[in-house]
């Protein structure tokens, strides 16, 4: 096979690895609709935690990152004329890879968080000393 057409063949397997990374996208942020369903075990529990706090703010921006981040770095290999075939395939695995470890570690920092005692506004409360 001439070096064109190996060129070629790498131009062409990393286009269509980028253009099936960018529809993978979507189905991502699927699964992060998914993951925020298991914010229903708040129910009762106060899940303001820094930790879950953390995890969900990750949980939004992996797909966009990593889609971003392996598209950049892709075009950056062909400009560089080096196979980059392999970079859009990477990119998927690691963003379904990071949602999943993820969204395993979200129900366990909300399985940490207190039970909150909700009481209606107007509950009658405890009478305070005048002091």
Not at 78 to 86: D, K, P, T
Not at 104 to 118: D, K, S, T
Request: aromatic share 6%.
């Amino acid at each position: 096979m001439a070096p064109d057409s190996a060129r070629r063949h790498d131009l062409g397997f990393t286009i269509g690895g980028i253009v099936l990374l960018l529809a993978t996208v979507p189905v991502a942020y699927l699964l992060v609709l998914a993951t925020f369903m298991s914010l229903d075990a708040c129910a009762g529990r106060d899940c303001r935690g820094i930790l879950v706090q953390a995890i969900v703010v990750a949980v939004k921006l992996t797909p966009g990152i990593v889609a971003g981040a392996a598209v950049i770095v892709a075009v950056v290999m062909l400009v560089l004329r080096r196979r980059a075939w392999w970079i859009p395939l990477t990119g998927i695995v690691v963003m379904f890879v990071v949602l999943i470890v993820l969204g395993e570690l979200l129900p366990a920092a909300i399985a940490e968080q207190p039970f909150e005692v909700n009481q209606p506004a107007n509950a009658p409360t405890a009478p305070r000393s005048g002091l």
